[in-house]
């Protein structure tokens, strides 16, 4: 077989394997979300001040701190009911020091010449009830957030990177966000949140997807390849044979 044979082969072989992997993968993906999944569901709280980083998310927590609405982060290219917005994230002081960002949900910022949104809180001191959680993030992260050191309060940002945001509140910030319990009072939705943006069942439903490729690609490619072997084994006309 020369190589000119080989590439349709080598191609055929090519797409099942990666359309394998893909499955593999998304099977892997739904395992990891019925984790999360169950963790939310079967966990019960327990008080922030026994939490302690490496953090195993996502914990339900309960506890008591201090807000400063004064220095407040907000998430960018949030949509609601079909209207853009932010997520607001406001710092939450325990009594041993550390700080943890509280996400209080979404609020509206109809476009951006529009005056930021600042929500206050109810009082200063405050008990919370959430689950401490990974940060909210984005599809695709481009570039730095970066974070205009210089400006007023609240400050804009694409996505939340922890390192950066060390830089405004002090080695005290924690790398994990409390979601704020929808029933709260400084709750700005009342919106529950969603355990997961996909749920298992979705990831089962691409697999199932690029199995269905790969096996279709098997078997085209066992056919052709079935056929062009009996073309070559038929005996030869006399029209050939001119």
Partial sequence: MNVRDAVPHLAALGVIAACAWLAQWQVERAGEKREIVDRWQDRRPIALNEVEAPFSLPQPVTGVGIWNPDRQILIDNRIRD???????????????????????????????????????????????????????GTGVQLGEPAFPLDRDWPILATYFDHEILT??????????????????????????????????KRHIGYAMTWSTIAIVVAIIWVALTVRRIRRRNEPLTETDRQ
């Fill in 82 to 136: 079909q209207r853009t917005g932010v997520h607001v994230l406001t710092p939450l002081k325990l009594p041993d020091g550390r700080i943890f960002l509280v996400n209080r949900g979404w609020s509206h910022w109809p476009s951006r010449s529009a005056k930021l949104p600042d929500p206050a809180v109810t009082q200063r001191e405050t008990d919370v009830r959430g689950v401490l959680n990974i940060p909210p």
């Fill in 167 to 200: 830089e405004l509140f002090g080695d005290a910030l924690q790398p994990a966000v409390i979601q704020l319990d929808p029933s709260h009072p400084d709750h700005l939705t009342g919106d529950a949140w969603k355990i997961v943006t996909f749920g298992p």
